[in-house]
C-alpha cells in the first residue's frame, strides 16, 4: 500500500513506493536521516556512518549535544568559559560510550579525571575502593569506611550479597524504598548512602524508584570488575567530548536549527518534513530514518498526521506514558579553589533547613579553559553544585535557590558565604522518572525502516534496562544503527 500517494515525496528518488522490485535505488550508499543530534543520534550516525550509510541528521537547536551539551558562560570579567548544560559523570562500566570515544581518537586519559570509586561527605563519611581486584576492591572499601557504624558495615554487605546471591534479579519490582527496608537495611544508612546512591544513578527519589533498575546499576558498576566502579569525571566541557568530534568528521551532514515536524513512511523508505517557514516544508525522502528523540517527541512525530498508521498506537502509548524529573545544576565562582579532599563531595540534602544540593563538585579548571586567554584565572574556584529529581527546592524563586545553595556550600564545605557571580541551569525534564516495572520500547516499530533511540529505549528483560544515561543512549544508538544496516545492506 502506497501510504504516501498524497505526498509522493520519493518521486525522482527511484520511482514508486509499492513495488521495490520496479524501481532501482538511486546510486550511492543509501541514505538515512537522523531526527535528533543528542549522544543516542551522534552514536547512530557514527555507526552507520562506519558500515558505509550516508546520514543526515536533523537537530532542532543550534548545536549538537542535546541534554549532554556546551553552554558558554561570560563572566564578569569578560572572560568566556565552557559549562556544560548539567554536571555529568560516569562509570568504568559504560562500555558503549568509552568505546565509542576511543572510536573517535578521544584520549579517554586526557579527557577524563578517572579515579577508584571514592565517596566523602563533608561529615566525614569516606567510602574508598582500594586498587585491589573484585571484589577485595569493595571489602576493603566496606571494612575501612569511615562515618559508619559497624552494624552499617555489614548492612552494605549483606545487601551486596543478596544481589550477588539472586544474581540481581527480582522476582517482581518494587521501589527502592521497599527493597531497602525489606533487606533490612538501616534508615541512618539508606539517608546516608542508598538515597544520594539513588537519587544520582536514576534521578528518581527512593520512594518511587524502581529497585530493578538500581540493582542493574549496582550489578554493572559494583558487581563487575575493579574498574568497573571507577568514577571519571570530564575534564572537558561535554561538547568537547563527543558533539564536537563527531561534526567535526562531516559537517555537511549535519541540518542544525532545523526541527522536524512531520513524518511520513512508504513501504521503502521514510520522508520527513520540517516547518513550512523552513527549507524542509517539502517532505524529504530518505531510506530510512532513525527517531533519536526524548520519548515525548518521538510519540508527536510517530502520531504526526501524515505517518497516519494504527500499527504505531501502542508504541505512541507507551513513549507518552513516560514522566519525568528534575535536574538543578548552579555553577558558583570563588575568589579562591576549594581544599576538598576530593573533586566530589556528597552533601547532606535537608531540605527542613534550607539545604537541598545533593552533590558538589571542584570545576576550578574550567576557569582555564578560557578561550580568549591562554592562561587560567590563577587560583580561583568554580563549584557545580547539583539538586537531582523533584523537591522543595522547587518551590524557591532563583533569588532564593541562589542564596540557600550558597549558604549550604558555606556550612557544610567551607566556602565563603558569597559567590562572585552564580549562574543556575534548570533542566525541567532532565531525565524520566525510572519506576517499578516502567513499559520501556525497544528500537525496532512497526516500519521495519523506522528505529528509535534515546536513553529511554532498552530491551525487553527488565535487568537490561538503564536509567536515563549518556550509556543507555549510545548503545541505543548503536543497535537502532545495526537494525537499520540489517535492513537496507548498504
Ligand atoms: C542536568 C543533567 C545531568 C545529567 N547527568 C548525567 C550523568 O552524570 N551521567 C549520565 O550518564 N547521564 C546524565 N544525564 C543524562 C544524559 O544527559 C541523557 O541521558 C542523555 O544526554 C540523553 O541523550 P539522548 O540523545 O537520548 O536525548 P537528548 O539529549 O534529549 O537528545 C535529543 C535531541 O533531539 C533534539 N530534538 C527534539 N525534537 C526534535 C525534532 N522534532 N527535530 C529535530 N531534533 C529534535 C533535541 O534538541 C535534542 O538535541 C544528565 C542529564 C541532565 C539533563
Redesign the pocket.
Known amino acids: 500500500m502506497d501510504r504516501l500517494a498524497h505526498l509522493d515525496p520519493f518521486a525522482g528518488h527511484g520511482g514508486g513506493l509499492s513495488d521495490r522490485s520496479e524501481r532501482m535505488r538511486p546510486a550511492g550508499p543509501p541514505r538515512v536521516a537522523v531526527?535528533?543530534?543528542?549522544?543516542?543520534?551522534l552514536s547512530a550516525a557514527v555507526r552507520l556512518a562506519d558500515a558505509g550509510v550516508s546520514c543526515t541528521v536533523?537537530?532542532?537547536?543550534k548545536s549538537?549535544?542535546?541534554?549532554?551539551r556546551r553552554v558558554p558562560w561570560t563572566l564578569r570579567d569578560g572572560r568566556t568559559i565552557a559549562l556544560d548544560?548539567?554536571?555529568?559523570?560516569?562509570i568504568g562500566a559504560?562500555r558503549e560510550t568509552l568505546t565509542l570515544l576511543q572510536r573517535l581518537d578521544i584520549d579517554l586519559d586526557r579527557a577524563f579525571e578517572r579515579t577508584p570509586l571514592h565517596l566523602l561527605d563533608a561529615k566525614g563519611m569516606r567510602l574508598r575502593a582500594s586498587r585491589l581486584p573484585a571484589p577485595w576492591h569493595l571489602v576493603t572499601m566496606i571494612f575501612t569506611a569511615r562515618g559508619l557504624s559497624f552494624g552499617e558495615r555489614v548492612a552494605i554487605a549483606s545487601l551486596m550479597s543478596r544481589a550477588k546471591r539472586i544474581r540481581w534479579t527480582l522476582d517482581g519490582d518494587r521501589t527502592v524504598a521497599e527493597l531497602l527496608d525489606g533487606w533490612r537495611q538501616p534508615p541512618g544508612l539508606t539517608h546516608k548512602l542508598w538515597e544520594p546512591l539513588c537519587v544520582a544513578a536514576l534521578?528518581t527519589p527512593i520512594g518511587i524508584a524502581s529497585a530493578q533498575v538500581f540493582l542493574n546499576v549496582l550489578r554493572d558498576s559494583l558487581g563487575g570488575a575493579r574498574s568497573d566502579s571507577d568514577l571519571l569525571l570530564p575534564r572537558v566541557d561535554l561538547g568537547h567530548l563527543l558533539p564536537d568530534a563527531v561534526t567535526a568528521r562531516t559537517p555537511s551532514a549535519f541540518r542544525l536549527s532545523?526541527?522536524?515536524?512531520n513524518l511520513s513512511l512508504g513501504a521503502d523508505g521514510v520522508a520527513v518534513t520540517g516547518g513550512t517557514a523552513t527549507e524542509l516544508a517539502q517532505p524529504e525522502p530518505f531510506d530510512a530514518a532513525v527517531l533519536?528523540?526524548?520519548p515525548l517527541?518521538a510519540a508527536r512525530?510517530m502520531a504526526s498526521p501524515a505517518l497516519h498508521d494504527p500499527a504505531f498506537k501502542p508504541l505512541v502509548a507507551v513513549c507518552e506514558a513516560f514522566v519525568f524529573q528534575p535536574?538543578v545544576?548552579a555553577y558558583l565562582r570563588y575568589r579562591e579553589a576549594p581544599r576538598w579532599p576530593s573533586r566530589m563531595l556528597a552533601l547532606e540534602s535537608a531540605p527542613h533547613v534550607g539545604h537541598h544540593v545533593q552533590w558538589a563538585f571542584d570545576r576550578s579548571e574550567r576557569l582555564a579553559s578560557d578561550v580568549h586567554h591562554a592562561t587560567p584565572a590563577s587560583g580561583q574556584g568554580l563549584i557545580a553544585a547539583v539538586i537531582s529529581a523533584d523537591g522543595p527546592h522547587r518551590l524557591l524563586d532563583n533569588d532564593a535557590l541562589v542564596a540557600s545553595i550558597a549558604r549550604q556550600l558555606s556550612t557544610e564545605c567551607g566556602m565563603p558565604s558569597q559567590a562572585l557571580e552564580t549562574r543556575v541551569?534548570i533542566?525541567k525534564r532532565?531525565?524520566f522518572a525510572s519506576t517499578p516495572s516502567l513499559p520501556r520500547p525497544d528500537v525496532a516499530t512497526p516500519h521495519p525502516r523506522l528505529v528509535l533511540?534515546?536513553?529511554y529505549v532498552g530491551e525487553a528483560a527488565a535487568t537490561r534496562h538503564y536509567p536515563?544515561?549518556?550509556?543507555?543512549?549510545v548503545l541505543?544508538g548503536r543497535r537502532a544503527a545495526e537494525a537499520l544496516i540489517a535492513v537496507l545492506d548498504p
Open positions: 531526527i535528533g543530534g543528542g549522544w543516542a543520534g536533523f537537530e532542532a537547536s549538537a549535544g542535546g541534554r549532554a548544560n548539567g554536571q555529568h559523570i560516569l559504560y534521578n532545523t526541527r522536524i515536524q533519536a528523540l526524548p517527541d512525530l535536574i545544576t541551569i533542566e532532565a531525565t533511540a534515546g536513553d536515563a544515561t549518556l550509556e543507555a543512549s541505543s
